[in-house]
């Protein structure tokens, strides 16, 4: 505390933001607990904790959607009280949220504009060629490139962002807050986000940046604060870290086998794809998995990754292919075949649209698609039920109020691991992991691949997707490479690099 | 807790608006009679409300139930009449209850069949079903109602001074209250009104499960309309018109959301009270059945915006 307060003055130069002796409670939780936080105009400052440490909760203070108990906020040396978002906003505090906040009907510059419309010459009007002209010179100033005029609901996640970006400069935003910006960006994506967040640093605009990618933090932050527990544990310049101090930092203890050695003994083939494509999608795919094996797939975003274990689950309709489970073929023409008949689970990529009931109680959502294995065809105990769900929760590690909570009130690592929790329930044979690493913090990382391991040593067969070539490389027995839809390549962990798995997913052959 | 908190609201006006008539109409209001009366009048919307509960926790509605109350009671009592003549008595009447009970399942069926297999929103299907349903109740006799004098057990048939429509009230609200909660596709109904994208990746039967759930609203209708018939002891082409909004009221009165996920069969059975309490004591007092139109949309206003209100707060004191 006291050396995060001395390098603090001897930044005092040009403070854009500070937030000093914030606390906030809910209710027996203390969230946050005397958090001072300081942003130098003009750099990009690096916010990150684990999930729960209290990240989250101090934007929402700095954004006015939270009242804080104690503490102050100054935004340029004036001492600011937020009641609601929108005094913030008018502070110029711009929040550019995980799950973005555009209008997918209208088109660039209507959600640029959108509540600050510029009128034409007639009243109740709006002059939509001022509102284009203006996007675009706003653009132009942050090297970017973009059509005003086109659909938002047609634009990539990527320029999603940037548009958000551009809504932040035509209020005049001084701070900008971005969460986790980048953990459902590509990688092409992420470097052109990149490049505008530079840009914004170079024109004296303050962003407090929020991510899990340390790597990513080391490349593009300035500085860096870490949260533990409600509190901040460190403040420093990036150049004075590394990435295993800051891993330090945020849990409090060296994470030494980040990766847990892997001895288990692989079995039969225990699922065979065979010649598998879907509409537009995927073509031709072929593999095999073997009991106790964990199968990595890599490949760019839009490769058709997460297609082929959406044809596979029956999710989307397969035009061809076969699907072998331990000798059987299984005819799956629906997830609910895929349960019932092949055992097999598939933990989505996208726990809000296609994974939780969110409103709903966290026994209701790991239940879901086990009534019937559990005993509860006809029937449900609620009783039985809510000691099941508890059982499975502790052993995931859920943090919850109780079964019975609803699942929206958790946080995002737990949401995750109350889908882990369902299908760890389901008892699959064959489990599809896409993704479960996303946006969960390292202490949870590295929970769930401990968990996979466990998984593939009771001798069940894991496909494993993911983005982040380290973590395959970590976990997977094989990798499986995918390029436009098809299958380029099949390759055992122990015999590849991450360049040449790059290489196949990246680089278009003949 | 917090459940019970939500229902307390609709729950308190009902019990103040019954102490506050007791106390003003004693001689009137709190006699036996008087009750077992209101219980009655509330069985057809009661019975009919509990069907819409599981459809809008299903995120879906049915504006239909109107025109299939009447349809049903059309096609129930021609029944009758083409089996036993003019004054069709026994075996008859019992052919054409269950007769009219079928009519209001093949209706529910129809409309969740077009909604899964079209694709198109519960509302729209329902729009158009409640103008096709009500098109058939005039076409059948002309506009004309049919007449089943003998046909009066269910509608004031007595069983140990309880009247017959409210046993069969207890008896569905029992049923459904099970189905939602201690069934399999009780618990789908709240995931397909929560998520529906995330019910069918957990392996729940969509289409099939709203299909069922919009056949047993039928049903429901079916047996509230045969109620109708027997309570007037005609069928007519021009019952239960904007019935549908009565019911749809007493469920969102009863904490149940539009947007689906939400919702209890006790909820509905205090809004659907309160209503008919509201009425009866708007009676009583000499109101006007115009100004009850004026009071009753103001509850449905409050009663929702309080609940939100109490719900974004319970939100914002939570951690997120």
Partial sequence: MIQANQQKESRQENIALQMTAISKRFGPVEALCDVSFAVRAGTVHALVGENGAGKSTLMKILAGVYQPDNGSIGIKGRPCAFDNPQQALAAGVSMIYQELDLAEHLTVAENVFLGNELSGLLPWTIDYKAMVRKTVELAKKLNFEIDPTDVVGNLSVGDCQIVEILKALMRNASIIVMDEPTSSLSESDTQRLFEVVRQLRQQGIAIIYISHRLEEIIDLADDVTVLRDGKVVHSELVTKLDIGQIVRYMVGRELTEFFPSRDVQIGDVCVRVDNLSSTGRISDISFDIRAGEIVGMAGLVGAGRTDVARAIFGIDKKTSGTIVLDGKELSINSPADAIRLGRIAFLTEDRKRTGLCLQLPCSWNITLPNLVAIGMKNVISPARENKIADDIASRVGIKWLGPQAPVDSLSGGNQQKILIARWLLAKSKFMIFDEPTRGIDVGAKKEVYALLNQLAEQGKAILFISSELPELFGIADRILVMRRGRLVGNLKTSETTQEQVMHLAAVEVN | ?320
């Fill in chain 2, 1 to 320: 807790m917090s459940k019970f908190a939500r229902q307390l609201l609709p729950f308190g006006s009902l019990i103040l608006i019954i102490c506050g008539l007791s106390a003003y109409a004693p001689d009137t209001f709190l006699t036996m009679d008087n009750f077992l009366n209101v219980l009655r009048r509330s069985s057809v919307n009661g019975i009919i409300a509990v069907g819409m509960t599981s459809v809008i926790i299903s995120a879906g509605i049915d504006l239909s139930v109107g025109s299939m109350l009447a349809l049903a009671g059309m096609v129930g009592a021609y029944a009758m009449i083409a089996v036993g003549g003019t004054d069709p008595q026994g075996g008859a009447l019992v052919f054409g209850t269950f007769v009219g009970i079928g009519t209001g399942i093949a209706c529910g069926l129809a409309n969740g069949v077009l909604i899964t297999k079209l694709r198109l929103p519960p509302f729209i299907v329902t729009l158009g079903t409640m103008s096709a349903f009500r098109g058939i109740s005039y076409v059948m006799n002309d506009g004309q109602p049919y007449n089943v004098p003998s046909y009066k057990y269910l509608g004031s048939g007595v069983v140990l001074g309880i009247p017959v429509s409210v046993i069969v009230f207890v008896v569905i609200v029992a049923i459904a209250g099970f189905l939602l909660k201690y069934t399999r596709l009780g618990r789908y109904t709240y995931a397909i009104g929560s998520n529906r994208e995330a019910a069918f990746h957990a392996g729940v039967s969509v289409d099939r499960n709203l299909i069922y759930i919009y056949t047993l609203t039928g049903l429901f209708v079916g047996i509230a309309a045969m109620i109708a018939t027997s309570r007037t002891v005609s069928a007519q082409p021009t019952a239960g018109i904007a019935l549908e909004l009565d019911i749809i009221a007493s469920v969102v009165i009863g904490g149940a959301s539009l947007a689906g996920g939400r919702g209890t069969i006790t909820g509905t059975i205090i809004g659907t009270l309160l209503i008919s309490f509201l009425r009866n004591g708007c009676t009583l007092l000499g109101i006007s059945t115009n100004v009850q139109l004026i009071v009753i949309g103001a509850i449905i206003i409050v009663a929702v915006a309080v609940d939100q209100l109490a719900r974004a707060r319970a939100e914002a004191g939570r951690k997120s």
